[in-house]
């Protein structure tokens, strides 16, 4: 077995998700890898398309993009070499996926929003409750607040 330097194409794609009714949103970058460019540009295009009909998701697609880059990978001589490789390893073609926490319940969240104090400008710990939308990010630090454009 062998390594070498292979090209991949990077999708990040930059987005601001809040949750449904909410006008405040975190700033998060998805990323996705392609072997292929022209598949990485056409996945960008459909994502930025999906995503900007949603009423709770804003893409910026100046930042979204897709990128050259090199990863260093394991190389085998043939299909039977890299079965007798990884063969001791369980489900080694398969996808890994993390599996996330599940998404909070309207009654959970009431029960929450019922126990935190409100955010002030003079004292605030979080979390804290703004209305019915909980702050989770650290009060001190300014955290941008992304607005749709209706005009």
Not at 67 to 91: C, H, K, M, W
Request: net charge negative.
């Amino acid at each position: 077995m062998d390594t070498a330097w292979i090209q991949v194409f990077v999708l990040s794609l930059s987005e601001c998700v809040a949750p449904a009714g909410k006008t405040v949103c975190q700033e998060q970058v998805v990323q996705f890898q392609f072997y292929d460019q022209a598949e990485c540009q056409a996945v960008l295009e459909q994502l930025i398309e999906y995503k900007s009909n949603a009423d709770n998701i804003i893409v910026n697609a100046e930042k979204s993009q897709c990128l050259p880059t090199v990863r260093q990978s394991r190389t085998f001589d043939s299909l039977r070499q890299a079965n007798q490789e990884l063969g001791a390893v369980e489900n080694w073609d398969a996808p890994q996926v993390e599996q996330a926490e599940p998404p909070e319940s309207a009654a959970q969240h009431a029960t929450r929003l019922e126990k935190l104090p409100d955010c002030d400008d003079d004292y605030s710990v979080t979390p804290c409750k703004l209305g019915q939308i909980i702050v989770e990010s650290d009060a001190s630090k300014e955290v941008p607040v992304w607005r749709r454009n209706t005009n």
